[in-house]
């Protein structure tokens, strides 16, 4: 065994091993950056990851089997020991793998310090972009109604009418509903729908108001793009208190239609 190391050392063996397994490595990093840049699909930087690894062997065997002499690659049974110049190339490539390990700690420090930062920006960027894609889809806010009839005891009724078309809507798989905690902090505040829409990330709003006159309700209901703040649907329910949850199913079916 002991003799077998030192032939894979004389005949530079293991030092082609390395200068390949090193090379190997940085090829593939390359590869890796050029390929995701093109967009190339996943099976080509698999197969460039298997003929690198075929490829060890292969070299492994020629530094075995072959001696590079001044007259050229020669079999190494065919080289007079005497005359052999495989210590000669052993230096040349101790400074290859020098050089190469150089390489690859430069491409580890750009690769750390300098393109993660920048991939990791990307990914922020993405999860943003999909972040807003989804509000440009089917989400919505329900605000809090406002009570118009000045009685201070219409405001449990309109909260209240407010949070059953939430518990509604949020039942509709098709729809994503912000929660009751978030769209009622708005609640007496004076926004502007663009900025409630941007905070809550979605893209309508569902807003109203309620007033009583005697037995009668008026509750007006009011679906809003937060792209251009315009009315895509608006209706007023006239209705007497005892009919008020028909009223709310009215409501959540038209807001979903439209």
């Keep these: 065994m002991r003799n077998l190391f030192e032939e894979l050392k004389r005949r530079n063996v293991i030092r082609v091993g390395i200068a390949y397994v090193v090379s190997a490595w940085v090829i593939a990093q ?18 460039v990851l298997i003929l690198l690894a075929l490829g060890l062997p292969l070299a492994l065997f020629f530094a075995w089997a072959f001696e590079l002499t001044p007259d050229g690659l020669k079999r ?13 190339t052993g230096r040349k490539l101790d400074f290859v793998i020098i050089a190469l390990l150089t390489l690859a700690l ?25 972040a807003n894609a989804v509000a440009a889809d089917n989400s919505i806010a329900v605000l809090p109604f406002v009570n118009m009839s000045g009685n201070p005891e219409q405001e449990y009724f309109s909260d209240g009418l407010s949070e059953e078309l939430l518990n509604l809507l949020a039942r509709i798989p098709e729809l994503r509903v912000i929660a009751r905690t978030s769209s009622f902090a708005y609640k007496g505040k004076d926004a502007k729908i663009a900025e409630i829409a941007d905070e809550l990330n979605v893209a309508y709003v569902l807003e109203g108001s309620v007033r009583s006159g005697g037995e009668l309700v008026r509750i007006t ?4 793009s937060a792209a251009d703040s315009s009315h895509l649907w608006s209706y007023t329910y006239d209705r007497t208190l005892d009919d008020i949850f028909a009223v709310q199913d009215e409501i959540a079916a038209a807001v979903v239609e439209e």
């Design 106 to 130: 430069g491409y580890f420090i750009i690769d750390k310090f300098i393109l993660s930062a920048a991939r990791e920006a990307e990914l922020l960027e993405a999860v943003s972009q999909s």
């Design 76 to 88: 190494e049974a065919e080289v007079d020991r005497s005359v052999s110049n495989t210590a000669q």
């Design 221 to 224: 209901a009011q679906l809003i």
């Design 30 to 47: 390359v590869a890796e950056l050029l390929l995701a840049s093109f967009e190339a699909p996943s099976w080509v930087m698999k197969s």
